[in-house]
């Protein structure tokens, strides 16, 4: 198909379709005439992808380029994969609050104790670690075991992805199912949480 | 104290807190001189919010803004402060995928089935909509019944999280306990969701 039937198809304009071009996160057609090329299923297939990693991910070209080097490495073991994807997904902003290191400390303890194994120095700890802090800063008087029940959950979705991921036998759909599961389900978890917080909410105080 | 207490005690810089209270982001402290005024913990405290939904939270002014006048309404039913948190943390675009409409009613039939009554309309509804879209777009045979273990947890997690503000007495605290729980806990739930994948990646796959 043409550029512009790439377009059509995908609902990306032809000048972003352009643009992921020169940028290198779609690959080049088959060159047809000087100033031509035809595309196929694969390309409208990443247009999809990169389009949905850009609109419902919120991820920055730059992340999603990085994303993208991962799927092009469909022998790398998953788990490096999914650190990839989780790099990705994280904002860049850190915070430099003083009681943050300390925070973090109490989270990798609590982390040891939950029997959870994770590399040293993961970035989604430090984003619990700055929860705690912002919790602490507004005069909760918490420690990390208030996130024992969202933990718990977690864990039971985490471990019920991983076992879907297991059981795709083609490397390459295996690591395009962890970068598409960890974007999209993380979008669909945070969803339904609000509406089961309004259902629940209803229930109780509504009319 | 003064403004520049308020800034140290806060971590947030003077220009920063001038600029909120020319905002109306933090109200006016007491008027001691032509040029000075005192502020009190409740100034702290509203500074430490602010802080926390722009930073933890992602949130736009607007938005603060937004979830700043729910606070200040202590009068209205819950359901209601939950609402506008909601909408806060939205994000603003909205697909304009031609398929929408006939998943989002996909999606109310589901919910329907669930037992959630939730208002007509609900955004989060949308969301998960635009989810399925997605997920249909990059090749997945899906229907909504792919979300129903989410659902599932984000369920139990809903209903402790609004049985622990159903226990808070006072309902000024209540809707601040809502705000932020709505978004700490929604940002430690996506936290640990990963670190959780993390675990079960390496339990499966890794050396």
Do not use: C
């Amino acid at each position: 198909m043409r550029i512009s039937d790439l377009s059509r198809e995908s609902g990306v304009p032809i000048p972003t379709v352009k643009f992921y071009l020169r940028e290198g996160l779609l690959p080049p057609g088959q060159r047809t005439a000087r100033n031509q090329a035809t595309y196929d299923e694969r390309h409208l297939r990443r247009l999809h992808l990169v389009r949905t990693l850009a609109e419902v991910g919120g991820l920055s070209l730059e992340s999603i380029r990085r994303v993208l080097n991962a799927l092009a490495r469909p022998d790398w073991p998953l788990h490096e994969v999914l650190a990839v994807a989780h790099t990705a997904l994280r904002r860049d902003e850190t915070s430099s609050d003083p009681s943050l290191p300390a925070a973090r400390l109490e989270i990798d303890t609590w982390i040891a104790r939950r029997g959870w194994n994770l590399a040293p120095g993961t970035p989604a700890a430090d984003d619990v670690a700055e929860t705690l802090v912002a919790l602490r800063r507004l005069g909760w008087d918490a420690g990390p075991e208030i996130f024992d029940r969202y933990a718990e959950h977690a864990d039971a979705i985490a471990e019920a992805e991983i076992a879907y991921v297991a059981e795709t036998n083609d490397p390459e759909s295996a690591v395009e199912a962890t970068v598409i599961g960890t974007v999209l389900f993380g979008r669909a978890l945070a969803s339904l949480r609000l509406l089961a917080q309004e259902h629940h909410s209803r229930k109780r105080f509504g009319p």
